[in-house]
């Protein structure tokens, strides 16, 4: 107790470089597992984007690019199902149930989704989680939509409003479907997941509103009403992809054959869990160089530390001399170097900690409503201790630098005169 008594004091008399120690350790301990905590939170969000679902079918095309598409809403098909193929897959016997998918719209930036009444059935996100409402129900009307929640919040929607959708990407006035506005009829709870930057409308509304549209544009001499298109049939077409539920586990092999080999159509069915960790393979190069930055940067730190302890044992060599001086033997000056790099790591951690948690209070909000990441502000994870279990193991070794070149000098030197 002695001994940490005089490394306290010891820190105390040089508090100025100590705490620039301490603080360079906690900046490197805060982006280590910074960056664990937000890579393992995207992980586990994109694992929860998508639950319960068996297959998803689409035009033959590479696996993510079919996920991107149907399920995170990022790019464009290379084409579309045709009503009857997609009818003929939902009427095997093996398929419990179907939800098809039509993309290609947006509104102010987000994509607009058109589907059936299935899709707030029977879509689960997370561990088996169903679509819940916020306010309002499923669309009733041809004109009604349901919105994601950041939808509604960036945008500031509420229930009843009028809202355009724009044909593709692009939001701009020569390519929305002003003559048929949709009305707000619900909006859906958050669910961390792109459906919450989502318009949903029916898939007659799809067709409604491309009912007088041709190559991308109105077609002239050929408007019809919103009011007109009530009364013509709007069977949808073709469909962008299609989400299947099995009857049982042991058919999804046969049904995913079955579609590969389509004979009317080039078709791709893929398990989205499949599909997920490929893409997850793809970004995880760069994930992997990010963490290894990080791990650098601890690195940097902790000679940060050695740097300042080996600095500072030259001008403390006359200190370590009057403890030798009065008794202190050579291991009590050993444990007493040892034990200020130890308590400088472990302050840095508690510091590094500390202020991981506080940013990611601070951006939680925005994070979550940017990304739909929901990022979790709790007691670090088994991963997250064995990093921190690292840093303080490597701040022990460093420390053993230092303290063995103080348990190195002798009497003589410490009070010899230098020139």
């Not at 105390?12 to 360079?24: G, H, K, M, Q, W």
């Not at 003929?88 to 016997?93: C, G, R, Y």
């Not at 003559?179 to 909006?187: C, E, T």
């Not at 000679?303 to 001399?321: I, K, P, Q, V």
């Amino acid at each position: 107790m002695a001994i940490l008594g005089l490394a306290w004091k010891s820190l105390v008399n040089r508090r100025f470089t100590a705490a620039l120690t301490v603080i360079s350790i906690a900046l490197s301990v805060t982006l280590l597992v910074g960056v664990e905590r937000i890579r393992s939170e995207t992980r586990s969000g994109f694992a929860n984007t998508i639950s319960g679902t068996d297959l998803i079918v689409g035009a033959r095309s590479g696996p993510v690019q079919l996920l991107l598409y149907s399920v995170f809403r990022i790019g464009d098909a290379t084409n579309n199902i045709s009503w009857q193929s997609y009818q003929a897959i939902a009427q095997q016997s093996k398929v419990a149930w179907a939800v098809p998918l039509v993309l290609g719209d947006s509104h102010r930036g987000f994509r607009v989704l058109g589907t059936n009444h299935d899709y707030f059935e029977h879509y689960r996100y997370a561990r088996q989680q169903p679509l819940a409402f916020d306010a309002g129900e499923p669309f009733d009307d041809l004109y009604d939509a349901v919105i994601g929640a950041e939808v509604a919040e960036s945008l500031g929607y509420r229930l009843g409003d009028s809202i355009t959708v724009a044909h593709g990407a692009s939001d701009v006035s020569f390519t929305r479907h002003d003559d048929k506005p949709f009305r707000v009829a619900g909006i859906l709870q958050r669910t961390g997941t792109p459906v919450d930057r989502t318009v949903h409308v029916g898939l007659e509304a799809i067709e409604a509103i491309h009912i007088d549209w041709r190559g991308g544009a109105p077609m002239p001499g050929a408007r019809v009403s919103a009011e007109q298109a009530r009364q013509l049939d709007l069977t949808p077409k073709t469909v962008t992809a299609v989400l299947l539920g099995l009857t049982s586990k042991v058919a999804t092999f046969r049904v995913q054959r079955f579609i590969n080999d389509y004979p009317q159509e080039a078709l791709s069915a893929i398990l989205p869990g499949v599909a997920l960790t490929q893409l997850w393979d793809l970004i995880g190069i760069a994930e992997n160089a990010l963490l290894i930055v990080s791990a650098f940067v601890v690195v940097v730190g902790l000679f940060g530390m050695l740097s300042a302890l080996l600095t500072g044992l030259n001008e403390r060599r006359r200190e370590m001399a009057i403890l030798r001086s009065v008794g202190a033997r050579p291991w009590h000056v050993f444990t007493l170097i040892m034990g200020e790099a130890t308590f400088l790591t472990v302050l840095g951690i508690a510091l590094g900690l500390a202020l991981l948690h506080g940013l990611l209070f601070a951006a939680q909000p925005l994070i979550e409503g940017r990304f739909g990441l929901a990022i979790t502000i709790g007691m670090p994870s088994t991963y997250e201790l064995l990093l921190l279990g690292a840093v303080l193991l490597a701040g022990f070794v460093i420390g053993i630098v230092p303290a063995y070149r103080a348990y190195r000098l002798s009497l003589a030197d410490g009070l010899s005169m230098r020139v």
